[in-house]
C-alpha cells in the first residue's frame, strides 16, 4: 500500500528523464522529506533513509508500474534495456561476493574454525555444489 510521500516520489522521477542525486531528491521534495541532516551529512541522514525506505516499498508493491534504479549518478525510473543492465550488474555482484564466502568458508574449513558451526547446518543450508 503506497502512501503520500512514495506518490510524490514516484510522480518526481516520472517527470524526469535523467539521472537524479538522492540529495537533490531531497531538496525538491523538502515538503514532503523535510531537510537538514545534521552533522553527519546528507548520508548518513533519516531524509537519505526515508528516500531509500521508500525506493524499496515503490520496487516491491504492484502499484507502481516502472522500477526506481540507483546508482553511482542518483536514482531513476529505469527503461526496459536500463534495467536489465542493472539487474544483471545485480547479480553479477550476488555470485561475486557468493563466491569469496565461499572461499572464505573452504579457508575456514580448512583450519578448523567452521568447528563452530554445526557442519551439518551448514551442508543443509549450503549443498555441495550449490554454492
Given amino acids: 500500500m503506497s502512501n503520500l510521500r512514495q506518490d510524490e516520489l514516484y510522480a518526481f522521477l516520472a517527470s524526469r528523464e535523467d539521472w537524479t542525486p538522492m540529495r537533490d531528491v531531497a531538496g525538491h521534495l523538502q515538503a514532503i522529506y523535510g531537510?537538514?541532516?545534521?552533522?553527519?551529512?546528507?548520508?548518513?541522514?533519516g531524509i537519505r533513509r526515508m528516500i531509500t525506505d521508500d525506493i524499496e516499498r515503490i520496487n516491491e508493491s504492484p502499484e507502481y508500474d516502472m522500477i526506481i534504479i540507483s546508482g553511482t549518478k542518483g536514482i531513476k525510473l529505469a527503461s526496459r534495456a536500463e534495467f536489465r543492465r542493472w539487474v544483471s550488474s545485480e547479480y553479477a555482484e550476488i555470485w561475486r561476493k557468493l563466491k569469496r564466502v565461499r572461499k572464505i568458508v573452504d579457508k575456514a574449513n580448512a583450519?578448523?574454525?567452521?568447528?563452530?558451526?554445526?557442519?551439518d547446518t551448514w551442508h543443509e543450508a549450503f549443498p555441495e555444489g550449490v554454492v
Fill in 111 to 119: 583450519d578448523g574454525q567452521m568447528d563452530l558451526i554445526e557442519i
Fill in 35 to 45: 531537510w537538514g541532516w545534521g552533522s553527519g551529512g546528507f548520508h548518513n541522514s
